[in-house]
């Protein structure tokens, strides 16, 4: 058996990451890695690496902190090579460690592998205890045991490899792997996390968002589709294969927070998305007020659907410090009350004895909102209504969100009158989730919902998140 005890830490294997690879001989594919890495940075800030092959070796640069910490001129020019991939990491309460920073390596006579990874597979545990016993896990990570069950499967080369293990992962998988001399980027059958392919002159991308393809000045092609590998090297993308999908469920959550407003998903612009299910909101649950304020940035697009539906002027009135990083993921809850103090500064005069309607995308824990709440009323606000623009987050992700467990999920325990109440709001209302999903213009059986009403689209009983929680409880 391999040394599966320090998966027993107090850690958690699951990731919310941003993922970039790109194949394209005599163009510097490190630098334009960063820069795709740099606009996928909203998908996690704890740790972010590039690995380059140039055809004999991978060499990696790895980090802690933000995309900008990580590389310098000096490190982005050491790594040569013709394909790269690269990865920022987000990781929940003690996971944040060096050794779990991605592309995961593996050093391989001749033939070394490397892996990007964007969510999380519950099954991690079994998989890696099923490992011959001369594998030695050098991270904490599900990618790592993702990349010994591929090593280990039948296949005279990676994608064959690929293809014969793709059944034994349970859970979430968006995934770029880099070797000597390809990238192969591959998708579970459900979908959860996106994957999109994209062409810079010669060269082709594979990356998390259509964002980072248009940073790098690159053209989008397609998604690449549930259940589907494709190899990308000098032949451009060729498909390996395509595994039938039962059951597409792309994350619902990635069009209410996660994915990046000018990203482009299922022909669906993120920023219209959240402007619909604004518009739908102020429908559901009108209410008078004077102006409607966003918590910027996540709330924005959705409080300018909700003003232009409702007819009450959209306003800035928190002032945010863009130098913040998100305060969800600061561990600890004091850091992040502080957190919420320093991001926002409210415009104390032009608040001061109106009616305001607060837009934000969800509740999570309550910290945030509360927050808000508080600092508005110190600046004599008359009225606060908050508006939510998703249903109430009840259950945890098993397939690549860092939502916390259950118990601290405020809405799993408290009812929407009682959350009202302990947020200090004056009237508290969030999007149905029939309404939410209409926004997005998915079909309802091709989404992911789980979070907001607790339908798993796999089963996830004893699934890995469970065996964190135990351990950690
Ligand atoms: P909370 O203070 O715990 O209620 O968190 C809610 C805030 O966190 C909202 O303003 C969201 O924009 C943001 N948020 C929601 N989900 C996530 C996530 N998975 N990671 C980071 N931030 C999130």
Redesign the pocket.
Known sequence: MVNIQKLKYKESLKD?CGIFGIYGKGIDVARISFFGLYSLQHRGQEGAGITVTDGKNLKSVKGLGLVSTVFDEEKINSLKGFASIGHTRYSTTGGNKLCNVQPVVLNLKNDDFALAHNGNIINAMDLAHKLPSDVKLSSTSDTEIMGWVIKNSSGKNWEEKILSSFNKFQGAFSMIALTKNKLIAFRDTYGFRPLVLGQLNGSYIACSETCALDTVGAKFIREVAPGEIVTIDEKGINVVDKISSLKKSFCLFEYV??ARPDSIFNKQLVHQVRQRSGEILAHESPIGADIVVA?PD?GTSAAIGYSKASGIPYGEVLIKNRYIG????QPEQYI?EMGVKLKFNPLKKIVKGKRIIIV??????????KKIIKILRGCGVRKIHIRVCSPPVTDPCYFG???PNKKKL?ASYLTIKEIEKFIGADSLAYLSLDGLKKASRIKSNRLCSSCFDGKYPMPVEGGFRKDVFETIN
Do not use: C
């Not at 999570?364 to 909102?369: E, L």
């Open positions: 919310k927070y996660l918590v996540s998100r305060t969800f993921i992040r934000d995308d969800s509740i999570v824990r309550g910290t945030t909102m969100i860092d939502t405020i």
